[in-house]
């Protein structure tokens, strides 16, 4: 067994350690709208629940090139968000919007995504997504620092709208819901399977 002291490596290292470990993680789809009004669309899969009263979920920019910092800047704008789930069908789609894109481009348009209007919050969801939630932050953590250091953004959830299909009351069906988990490198998995899909530039 190798050990790693983490003040005695790089801060890549340590996170090529943390994500090839911590696996599968759950993809939070972030939906934004910029304070001019554009629409934004990103994955992140540093993303969880952390609590139960109120419902309140976490995600975390890490690391990431700073094109893909859009989602922080709104954010940090507007103060709310939705997160959208990721189901197999749609992981192409979320791949898509994980491509480092200029501010002014809309990641619904790449993708080919509607756009549906969250009705809590100034901010937009995935119509095709057999779930979102709609947010409100409720703090942001910096962590560490660049090029490695993370922005904590953590969320109320205000309101969940979730597939009838999927339903028995407030149950969800987890194999009808199939969501996808984020491994290292290009590698997912869903439903306990391991597949590869490769990131766009």
């Known amino acids: 067994m190798q050990r790693f002291v983490t003040a005695d490596i790089d801060a890549i290292d340590a996170y090529k350690l943390l994500s090839g470990l911590v696996v599968p993680r759950p993809i939070g789809w972030i939906g ?21 009263s109120p419902p309140t979920v976490m995600f975390a920019p890490t690391g990431q090139p700073s094109a893909r910092k859009d989602t922080l800047t709104n954010v940090r704008d507007t103060g709310v968000f939705t997160v959208n789930i990721v189901n197999f069908d749609l992981g192409p789609a979320m791949n898509e919007t994980s491509g480092t894109h200029a501010a002014d481009v809309d990641e619904f ?12 919050v100034d901010a937009p969801s995935v119509a095709e997504a057999p779930a979102t939630f709609e947010c409100r932050v409720v703090q942001i953590l910096d962590i560490g620092e660049a090029p490695m250091g993370s922005s904590v953004v953590f969320g109320e959830v205000l309101a969940f709208d979730v ?9 969800v069906d987890q194999v009808g819901l199939d969501s996808i988990g984020r491994h290292v490198g290009n590698y997912y998995s869903h439903n306990g399977e391991l597949y590869e899909m490769a990131r766009p530039d």
Do not use: H, W
């Not at 994955?43 to 609590?51: G, I, L």
């Open 163 to 171: 597939a009838d299909r999927l339903l028995d009351g407030t149950r």
């Open 109 to 120: 348009e790449v993708a080919g995504l509607t756009v549906r209007e969250a009705e809590l």
């Open 32 to 52: 934004t709208r910029s304070a001019d009004g554009v629409n934004n669309l990103a994955p992140y899969s540093f993303f969880n629940a952390v609590a139960a």
